[in-house]
């Protein structure tokens, strides 16, 4: 890998890395969902600066070409990122069905109590 490349790729990481942690102090991102991004970054940034360390992977895995494995972990890490996803949606969609369900059950007891106040009202009058 060339020089150039490198340090193409280190000021993308560096960027990245910026951006993360902007979105993360800004409060627009809660640190949960930066962390996998972050160590990703950390973890690209070292096999740049060390690729051997591909090349071992490759070995131990049995894998041929280092982009072979490039593209196997992207998956898994992509699928990753989706469970994760789907997970937070799930339980998203369970809390806005509860709050709904509660928010109704407010509003009819509202809807009751009104005619009752009404009545009083009438009532003092």
């Not at 060339?2 to 960027?15: D, E, H, M, N, Q």
């Not at 690209?44 to 894998?63: D, E, H, K, R, S």
């Not at 069905?97 to 005619?115: H, N």
């Amino acid at each position: 890998m060339s020089i150039r490349l490198k340090v193409f790729l280190f000021t993308i990481y560096a960027l990245v890395f910026l951006f993360l942690f902007w979105r993360m102090r800004g409060r627009r991102a809660e640190i949960k969902y930066i962390l996998p991004w972050l160590f990703l970054d950390i973890v690209l940034a070292v096999v740049t600066a060390f690729p051997a360390i591909l090349y071992f992977f490759c070995a131990l895995f049995g894998i041929e070409t280092p982009s072979n494995m490039l593209f196997f972990f992207g998956m898994i890490l992509l699928s990753a990122v989706v469970l994760s996803l789907t997970l937070a949606l799930s339980r998203q969609n369970a809390q806005i069905r509860e709050l709904a369900q509660r928010l109704a059950l407010w509003e009819d007891r509202e809807r009751e109590a009104a005619p009752e106040k009404d009545e009083q009202a009438n009532r003092e009058e």
